[in-house]
Each structure stands twice: as C-alpha cells, then as structure tokens.
C-alpha cells in the first residue's frame, strides 16, 4: 500500500494491477464470488 504513494500514477496501478492478478482466479477468489451470488457466507480454505 505504501509503494503506491511513493511513485507516480502509472506505478501505483501497475503495482496494483500485479496484485490483483496474483489474487484472481484463486480457489478462496471463486468461492468468494459464488458466496456473494448465492447470498451464502464463503467457506474459504
């Protein structure tokens, strides 16, 4: 969070954007989604 604020715009969302594509597509990402779709509490691993 704190490099975001160090750098310029186009860093800041290039850090960002690394960050989000680490975390998409994990297993706890889907079950996250399909919780909040089907009103349920996520059973995240």
Request: avoid cysteine; hydrophobic fraction near 40%; glycine fraction near 12%.
């Amino acid at each position: 969070l704190n490099a975001a604020h160090e750098g310029s715009t186009a860093a800041g969302m290039a850090l960002e954007r690394r960050a989000w594509s680490g975390l998409f597509g994990t297993h706890d990402q889907r079950e996250g989604m399909r919780a909040f779709v089907e009103k349920r509490d996520p059973e995240f691993e």
